[in-house]
């Protein structure tokens, strides 16, 4: 019975989700139109110009290979930032002496935008897939140090000597208790490691690489084509949207799902006699 | 509970080294491979003049028919063929901006400039309702161009300077490509502007302007000549033009080849930039009725004349230091060129 | 004679300059429940510890069985249970219960099924599922018994198991582990600082004094009839005379 309540109130919670953000969306589309209306294509161009351009770009033929680029280079750069930011993370959480030492030299990696990684980058690697994946490395590396660090910090010893006290290995200790304390922090640096990684390819692909989406963007702008502009634009936020939607978030979800999460009103406590 | 964070610690870390090095190895090991001699490394900046040129370039087999094994490098931004002429990473480039180009030899990098390829189509223009009538009125006003030390910024300053009076400090440049100048035109942030003919007709109704003049009348008032000053040249390493100057002249035969081709098959032309530059048709078109006037292979005693007057006019505006050395201009191979048919 | 299952001879532990334990001499016969009663800072968890083979003493000797302790192998036939419950929250109910087997060699499936059985046995069966944050302390208690027990333990080492429990629950959670360890034999030395409960689990009591540690007297409980209900005028009063001891 309770059960029923429950499914009811979840379809209509979700019905009504749907339909805010569809008028959500329409209310965008509506204030593009005005705007794009008052104002030449050139400067911004309307939903239907972008439309049109974007199923244009679509079926272009470098389109894919384009595409196909920017993502490998991402990845790339994300791997090689997780492996190195993991491994450094558990270094300085292993060692005092060396956290205490590197300390300084992560405020600075931290500081540095990434419009001066490009710099160095298109300097040292020029045009080519190096510097992007330099500077998607540059900054998604310390994200995932800091929080793997963290994460390490957070390990809880009362976990530790129960698992000593099952005369468990020092392997066992680091896979049952050590990653599954740590996973969160992770997930949490890559995530946003992710995100930035996207954004900061676009900039180094528009200076430092002769092919790849901010390439493209680069070379719409310079050809005086906005609606090009707009059109990868609006690929790239829907790209983001699937990723998270579609992979980010139920991968946190399901990762996650032991976490003591406030509970929506509709369910009632459980009754807690022993 | 340290131990164990230095184990899995340390396991990790060799790891991430082992990768990071092997990435580092292969980089420059994939870019430093033997490559044969014969092979000609051209760069362009696959936008703005270069695109339309380049494109047809590098879709028919014009260097090839000629014996030239080329390989294309494309390049996001105006500025990059010529950084990578100075490092060695390309051999030549067929439109590098002729003010970098100055600077660059003249702060000692082996460069030669074997053809004047880009004349500068380049308008002065006012938005349509603008009380502005004539270029001597922009004394005192902004004006968008693109920015301080490009080729455009340079003339632009030298005709106004020798035509018209008008200083360096006695008008604001606000620096901008096309996109951005057309932008601040409408928007009025801008006076006036120095936009490419090819753009100013490519965006037709929706950027309602008047033009004053023009680069080549101003510059033939200014020179008292029939001279057209140019924005982009031919560019090679030195080395390939004093030691290979017949790849270079055959290089020459196939950009001649390649103008009188896109002169004759508008079309087709394109068709090409649809294809390449994702360029809409209207535009596309637009693009290439300028050809003629965008693109050019020429290295006459007129047009060298041209290169050194421009030259002067750099160095007196104080963007260029230094002698112009004559071996800059490399003649052998345009002479040779006549000679292939 | 069968040597005592855990024997420990003049146990020396300093912390610093504090010495904890001061030349303890303990012995657990097998099959008793055994309770180290003290007030706080003699050192009966410290002593625990070493019991359990988790803390080297500075000075003294532990034997298992007989086997000297730096010979002793198979250390899992000796089972802690710490004063929290320390459940892995990212693991559930029964993945909790069946930690303690992962040490060892069984197959996941026979995991699995001791995790239900030990689970069926503190009565928590139909929750091998839940998450820990969604039980009641003492549901939780429970569970951290049944991880203990699945490994099958000889020897059950607890540190003030049911402190944190409230009086209601703390005396099913004892009647529990009576009911368990008279169900299979299994040796209990337990710590707490509640002597009712010492009375009403234990055979023998170890009574230790403090700064430093030393042992104060054994009380042998043995006569004491069986359950013992701790408003029996026999228990209160076993229960009052030990508190006057202490």
Known sequence: ?274 | MRKLLSAAAAAFYAYSTFIALSYAAITPAMASAAEPAPTVKIGYWTSGVSLGYGSVLEAKDFLAKRGVRAEFVHFPDVNAPLRALASGSIDLAFGAPVAGVFGTAASGVPIRIFAATQPADVQFVVPKDSPIQSIRELKGKKVGMSPAGSSVAVIAGAVLAGNYQIKGSDFALVGGNESRLAQFLVQKQVDAAALRSVTVEQLGDELPVRKLGTFANEWKTLTQSDAVPYIGVGAARSDLVDNHPEVVARVIAALRDTLAWGNANRDEVVQILQKKANLPADDAKVYVSHWNDMNRVAFEPADIATLRRQHAVFVESGLVKGELKDDLFARKPYEQAKALK | MNPPVLSAHGIVKRFGTTTILDRIDVTVHRGEVLALVGPSGCGKSTLLNILSGLLTPDAGQLAVDGVPAPQVSDWRRIAYMFQEDRLLPWRTVRDNVAFGLEAGNLSTSDRRRRADDMLELVGLHARGDAWPHELSGGMRSRVALARSLAVQPEVLLMDEPFSKLDPQTRSQMHAELLRIQAGNGMTVVFVTHDMEEAVVLADRVVRLAARPGRVADVVNLADLVRPRVPTEPIVAEQVRVLRAAA
């Open chain 1, 1 to 274: 019975m309770r059960n029923t309540a429950v499914t009811t109130i979840a379809v209509r919670h979700v019905g009504t989700l749907v339909l805010q953000r569809l008028l959500l969306v329409a209310l965008l589309l509506a204030l593009w139109w005005w705007g794009a209306a008052r104002v030449p294509s050139f400067v911004l161009p309307g939903p239907e110009k972008v439309g049109v351009a974007l199923l244009a770009l679509w079926h272009s033929d470098t389109f894919a290979t384009d595409v196909a680029a920017t993502c490998q280079r991402v990845l790339s750069g994300f791997v090689l930032a997780t492996i190195v930011g993991s491994g450094l993370g558990l270094t300085l959480g292993a060692s005092r002496v060396l956290a205490g030492f590197f300390e300084p030299v992560l405020t600075l990696l931290n500081t540095v935008s990434s419009a001066i990684w490009a710099i160095f980058a298109i300097i040292w690697f020029g045009i080519s897939d190096a510097t992007t994946v330099f500077v998607v490395f540059m900054t998604a590396m310390p994200l995932i140090l800091t929080n793997v660090w963290e994460g390490t910090k957070t390990v809880d010893p009362h976990y530790v000597d129960l698992a000593r006290s099952f005369r468990m290995s020092r392997v066992q200790i680091l896979r049952k208790i050590y990653v599954p304390t740590i996973l969160p922090h992770f997930f949490a640096g890559a995530r946003l490691a992710f995100g930035f990684g996207w954004r900061v390819s676009l900039v180094a692909e528009t200076i430092g690489s002769s092919s790849g989406i901010g390439y493209r963007l680069r070379q719409a702008a310079d050809l005086v084509q906005t609606d090009q502009v707009f059109a990868w634009t609006v690929l790239l936020v829907g790209l983001m949207l699937l990723l998270e939607g579609g992979l980010l978030k139920p991968a946190e979800r399901r990762l996650f799902r032991w976490k003591a999460s406030a509970r929506p009103s509709s369910t009632p406590a459980v009754s807690l006699q022993a």
